[in-house]
């Protein structure tokens, strides 16, 4: 059982590039979210999916795409990556159940030149 | 969802209870306290949750005050380990996905 995992765990892009992060779990959640979180911040939610095919917007979407085409991957896209979307992105997934509990991935640290 | 204040830093001598204070006096009837924590830039770990009574799992236990104002986290015997930066968030159960992470509080450890 490995939980949620993220790839890659780490990647340089220059200003205006593409690239898709992917958010894997095996724990059969219904629920899966899309995280960053700057230096010295909490972490802010860009996207979240309550189920295989929905998405919808967290706080701070803008620049970022998503996909749940399954249940067990939620895809996070940048179609033109900017310097300001250097961040660490974190995934987590919950079950539908009355505790709320999300667990995390490790996490992607992207850096955008 | 109700907004919390956390102590920026603290410091407890290793094999001590930490306690880590957290007020939330907006909260709502029926907004659960979380608590999760961050080491070292790792992902968020879920730690414990509470409603209105006190809880206790195998890492920590969860004092609410009576008016729900305010509560604190108990690790009762802290280990080097525990050094992270912990965060209280307080949210509806139900219907609303953001979990709001504040600064949180950076617990040190201290051999």
């Known amino acids: 059982n490995a939980g949620v995992t993220q790839t890659p765990k780490f990647r340089v892009l220059k200003t205006g590039q593409s690239m898709t992060l992917l958010c894997a779990q095996d724990?059969?959640?219904?629920?899966m979210y899309w995280y960053r979180q700057d230096p010295g911040m909490g972490l802010r939610l860009i996207h979240y999916s309550v189920g295989e095919g929905t998405t919808a917007k967290g706080e701070v979407p803008d620049g970022y795409n998503v996909s749940r085409l399954k249940k067990q991957n939620f895809l996070l896209g940048l179609e033109s990556a900017a310097p300001s979307q250097t961040s660490v992105y974190f995934c987590a997934s919950r079950a539908r159940d009355y505790t709320g509990t999300q667990y995390f991935g490790p996490g992607t640290r992207l850096l955008v030149l | 969802d109700a907004k919390t204040t956390q102590p920026t830093s603290m410091d407890c001598a290793e094999g001590r209870a930490a306690n880590l204070p957290c007020n939330h006096s907006?909260?709502?009837?029926?907004?659960?306290v979380y608590w999760y924590r961050q080491i070292h830039s790792q992902g968020p770990q879920y730690i414990i949750h509470?409603?209105?009574n006190n809880e206790t799992n195998e890492m920590a236990s969860l004092i609410i005050t009576e008016d729900r104002k305010s509560s604190t986290l108990i690790l009762p015997h802290a280990t080097l380990r525990d050094t992270a930066v912990y965060y209280c968030i307080v949210r509806v159960d139900f219907g609303n996905e953001k979990l709001t992470f504040g600064t949180g509080t950076r617990l040190t450890i201290i051999p």
């Open positions: 907006t909260i709502s009837g029926n907004e659960y």
């Open positions: 724990m059969n959640h219904e629920y």
């Open positions: 509470g409603l209105k």
